[in-house]
């Protein structure tokens, strides 16, 4: 007998008594007050009555119909002669005594297995109906299989419950009888196999029953408490890859029982950072992208179900990212409580990966561009030559950037000489040069978030600075307008420019130049960039003596100043993410690359000795 069944019987046997209520059974046992719930009230909903008493007129009935059967078959009395026994000898008297005795033995024998024969098609209220059922005991105790021979006896009792239904003592007896049946599958096997097989056979009783016109409530509210058994549903969410942006999720849905097969639907709600990119199995759907729904059909006990997600995660996380799953049953309670198992996944900072810096190594008036990580490992020296002005495409995987004099020498489509040139960056190298516009003194480019825009400065000696406005795709011009070093607004529809028409400072302009708004009032406010939400807008300026880093916040108008020192620090550039800001500095001696928080603090070297420029726009660093 398994610990259960012990627990079940003791547990029994002290509602019967009245020790203790279902509750206090639960409470006394509670790793296994799941199982035992559905039992102790089945055995309460089929807790055997009082016991049932024939009425006097069904008592007198069955005495006439057994003195009836007596005097039709009288007992033949046989002639007898008398021998003494001395004188026959001793050992014949000892063998006659054997002979009686085996002769009475046999007879019993006989009698016993007749009124067994003859008991098995007697129904409730029949004299020998009671032979029967004690008959079906010693049947059961020897059987090998008890549940196949309790759900036989099972079926024998809606058989007569059938067959007596209109009489109405012998249908008390029968449906005793049948409840005495049905106790006996219910508390004797609580495993959840057995149950399922129990259900089945009971489903089956129910219909013969409803044939023939015959109602057992005990049965309706068994088959009810056995399909609402409790399905404990285990659920686990684990992070199982992390790479080049893509998340990759391992759900396991486990059903431990008791209730099997089960049908359950698992609902996964992505965290607005992220995008499904695939789901590992056909039985899952998602209409939107960002709530996933998966039937789960026939999860049998102990047994476990893998699903796998992989999503895209925005480029600039960091933090932590929070992905719920979450598993209902409609058909059977589950535990926990409220129909659902939840598990949550949780990433802390799967980015920030390391930035890649594009830096410009000027020697006066000649730059060339270089490739460096934010953890400071150099990843290419010679990048491309006879090169400034760099700026990186969203995505980081082109460069744009300013082919100055001496760059038609690299031969090649290179002749078609200076200009605005697009490179694609494979594994550090540049590749697939084209010139998207011939034009002579580009400095200060700049990409629109959305891809599509180039914006950069003409600066030709003795000439008005003015900023173009091209397409990506093929160069046309979208705007010219006068002003300078221009950086795009994150919307990319809006510009801000450095211009002093009609007063000195930063301006926010839209394509063509128009719709001017002022942004500060600096006279030497210079080099502008925008942050990747919209947040902060960085600029050098001298309004306080020095070439410092400025950062103006939206949200309040406060200006914050990152830089206090009397040395020159300009060019500032948000990384990709607007978390960190990067500018060229002399501060060390030489002029450097170096990185800091948006609050000035951390400041951190990034590359030595970039060298001077005459055009600070020339030599303002690229960051991705």
Not at 86 to 94: E, I, T
Not at 314 to 319: H, K, L, Q, R
Not at 584 to 598: E, H, N, P, Q, Y
């Amino acid at each position: 007998m398994s610990k259960l069944e012990q627990i079940l019987e003791e547990c029994l046997a002290r509602l019967a008594s009245g020790e203790a209520n279902l509750e206090d059974c639960l409470g006394r046992y509670p790793e296994h007050a799941a199982e035992l719930r559905p039992l102790l009230t089945a055995a309460a909903t089929l807790e055997r009555g009082q016991e049932v008493r024939p009425t006097p007129a069904f008592k007198s009935r069955t005495r006439a119909e057994l003195m009836a059967h007596m005097r039709s078959h009288p007992r033949q009395t046989p002639v007898k002669t008398w021998t003494p026994l001395f004188s026959r000898g001793f050992g014949f008297a000892l063998g006659q005594a054997f002979n009686t005795a085996a002769g009475l033995a046999a007879i019993v024998l006989l009698v016993l297995g007749t009124i067994t024969v003859l008991a098995q098609t007697a129904l409730p209220g029949d004299a020998l109906y009671r032979w029967k059922v004690g008959s079906e005991q010693v049947w059961r105790a020897v059987h090998l299989d008890p549940l196949e021979t309790d759900l036989l006896l099972a079926d024998r009792r809606v058989s007569e419950l059938t067959s007596v239904a209109g009489t109405p003592e012998a249908e008390e007896i029968a449906r005793q009888e049948y409840q005495q049946s049905l106790a006996t599958l219910v508390t004797e096997y609580p495993e959840a196999d057995a149950q399922a097989v129990i259900s089945a056979a009971l489903n089956e009783q129910q219909d013969s029953l409803a044939e023939a016109g015959v109602e057992v409530p005990e049965l309706d509210r068994l088959l009810a408490t056995l399909s609402t058994r409790e399905a404990r549903l285990l659920l686990d969410n684990q992070v199982t890859a992390i790479s080049n942006g893509l998340i990759t999720y391992t759900l396991t849905i486990t059903n431990a029982g008791p209730a099997s097969p089960i049908s359950a639907t698992l609902i996964s709600e992505l965290s607005p950072l992220e995008k499904l990119v695939s789901i590992s199995d056909s039985a899952c759907a998602s209409p939107t992208g960002e709530t996933v729904a998966c039937t789960l059909d026939n999860l049998t006990t102990d047994s476990s179900r893998n699903l796998s997600l992989t999503t895209a995660i925005d480029p600039c996380f960091t933090g932590t990212l929070t992905q719920t799953a979450t598993l209902n049953g409609p058909d059977h309670l589950i535990t926990p409580a409220n129909n659902q198992a939840a598990a949550v996944s949780t990433i802390t900072a799967p980015y920030p990966r390391p930035a890649q810096i594009v830096y410009v190594q000027s020697r006066g008036v000649e730059h060339d561009l270089s490739l460096i990580a934010s953890n400071n490992r150099l990843l290419n020296a010679e990048l491309h030559v006879r090169a400034a002005a760099p700026a990186w495409s969203p995505d980081g995987a082109m460069l744009a950037f300013s082919g100055e004099s001496g760059i038609s020498e690299l031969g090649g489509i290179y002749g078609q000489g200076n200009g605005v040139w697009l490179v694609e960056v494979i594994n550090t190298q540049a590749r697939n040069p084209r010139q998207l516009v011939a034009q002579d003194h580009v400095n200060n480019i700049a990409w629109s978030p959305d891809g599509a825009k180039l914006a950069f400065e003409v600066a030709a000696p003795g000439v008005s600075r003015e900023i173009r406005v091209v397409k990506v795709s093929d160069g046309q011009e979208l705007g010219r307008f006068p002003g300078e070093q221009p950086a795009w607004y994150p919307d990319s529809q809006k510009l801000i420019i450095k211009s002093c028409a009609p007063d000195c400072g930063l301006w926010q302009v839209n394509l063509e130049g128009g719709n001017r708004q002022q942004i500060t009032s600096g006279d030497t406010d210079s080099y502008p960039i925008w942050s990747r939400s919209g947040e902060y807008l960085a600029f050098s300026s001298r309004r306080d003596g020095n070439w410092e880093i400025y950062l103006l916040r939206q949200s309040d108008g406060e200006l914050l100043r990152l830089t206090r020192r009397p040395e020159t620090d300009t060019t500032p550039v948000f990384d990709s993410c607007g978390q960190n800001l990067y500018l060229r500095t002399d501060a060390f001696g030489s002029w450097w690359i170096t990185v800091m928080k948006l609050d000035g603090s951390n400041e951190r070297k990034i590359q030595a000795d970039v060298g001077p420029s005459e055009d600070w726009g020339l030599a303002r660093p690229a960051v991705h």
